[in-house]
């Protein structure tokens, strides 16, 4: 059974003391469900910490880099968490801009990857001439979302224009476009300083963000009341988007905030419910019996090709993982193949 707890219960203990007494606050690298159910909005809120400063610190991105490569990975939490069944959730982005290549891939229930492409020579550039914001960074091209269901099951993928707008933008058009659901974005990014266990000095990278859609009863109710209050319905979202419209940056990176308290900051007044939080991990797929699977599907003059010192390397781009093969295996297993077709012929 789903538990649940209405934050306007806390109230009290807010007054009291920045602590919130027993509520079991889902913290860092968790997105959390809420509802609120007297303006008919329901969403997700998340705080990312280890998964995503590990992500970035493992690739070291220029700064800029990181910090688009940063909200990019909270948009695919909060719209991949959405899933209700085993797959993947994929945001990747093709463009003429300085960053001109992102991925990011959920896997359900919990596991994020990413990396990202870039031209250094555009990116110095564009530093230079003070144009590295996250969407500068992106220029033209396209974002496309993509649904995996697994190998059996057709793909469903949504095409957006990348034409200058942030990424919250790009989102909100897609949902206004494609699901034709009203939707509210925020993503921030920051870098959290402080000291290790040493003492020493340390920075570390943070991201937060806030999905809200408006879910309204009475388009449920309308399948057999056909009755529906236009005029409560917008100016419920209206309240909804004004309230998040004051969402700051730092509210939704900063550790001591937490998505619970920033959800009783905005709802509040009229009663924010929020469910169980989904953990989200820096995972990869990736595994040595994968890469080898393709590399059997290689032709010799592509193994050949693959060489170098005598060995075939390859290195994941999501987790930076380097894995050896011996081209023996491959050649050995080429020669199996053209056997057993001449023993058929």
């Not at 921030?188 to 309204?216: C, I, K, M, Y």
């Not at 290689?298 to 930076?320: H, L, M, P, Q």
């Amino acid at each position: 059974m789903t538990k649940e707890m209405n934050v306007n219960d806390q109230s009290a203990q807010y007054k009291k003391s920045p602590s919130l007494g027993d509520f079991n606050f889902a913290g860092d690298d968790a997105v959390v469900p809420f509802e609120v159910e007297e303006l008919d909005a329901r969403g997700r809120a998340v705080q990312l910490g280890t998964a995503v400063n590990s992500i970035l610190s493992r690739h070291h991105y220029p700064e800029p880099v990181a910090r688009l490569l940063a909200e990019a990975m909270v948009l695919t939490v909060l719209l991949g968490t959405s899933l209700k069944f085993d797959g993947k959730f994929i945001l990747q982005t093709s463009s003429d801009g300085s960053v001109n290549l992102l991925v990011c891939d959920f896997k359900t229930p919990s596991s994020l990857r990413a990396y990202a492409r870039f031209d250094d020579k555009k990116l110095e550039e564009a530093v230079a001439s003070g144009h590295d914001a996250p969407e500068e960074l992106l220029g033209k091209g396209t974002l496309a979302l993509t649904i995996d269901q697994g190998e059996h099951m057709q793909r469903y993928q949504g095409i957006v224009a990348l034409d200058g707008s942030s990424l919250e933008e790009i989102a909100r058009n897609y949902f206004k476009q494609s699901e034709q659901i009203p939707t509210e974005v925020k993503l921030g990014v920051a870098t959290l300083f402080d000291r290790d266990e040493n003492g020493h000095s340390r920075e570390s990278w943070r991201a937060g963000g806030v999905l809200v859609q408006h879910l309204p009863k009475s388009s449920i109710e309308s399948k057999t009341t056909k009755k529906i209050d236009k005029k409560t319905d917008l100016d419920h979202w209206t309240e909804v988007k004004a309230l998040v419209d004051t969402i700051e940056s730092s509210e939704m990176t900063d550790p001591q905030v937490g998505a619970e308290r920033l959800l009783f900051r905005l709802f509040h007044e009229h009663g924010v419910r929020v469910f169980n939080a989904r953990t989200i991990l820096d995972q990869c797929s990736c595994s040595r019996e994968k890469i080898e699977n393709v590399l059997n599907t290689f032709t010799a003059d592509e193994i050949n090709s693959s060489i170098e010192n005598g060995r075939i390397t390859v290195k994941c781009e999501f987790c930076s993982t380097v894995y050896n093969f011996n081209p023996e295996e491959f050649r050995k297993t080429q020669d199996n193949v053209a056997d057993l077709k001449t023993k058929q012929n």
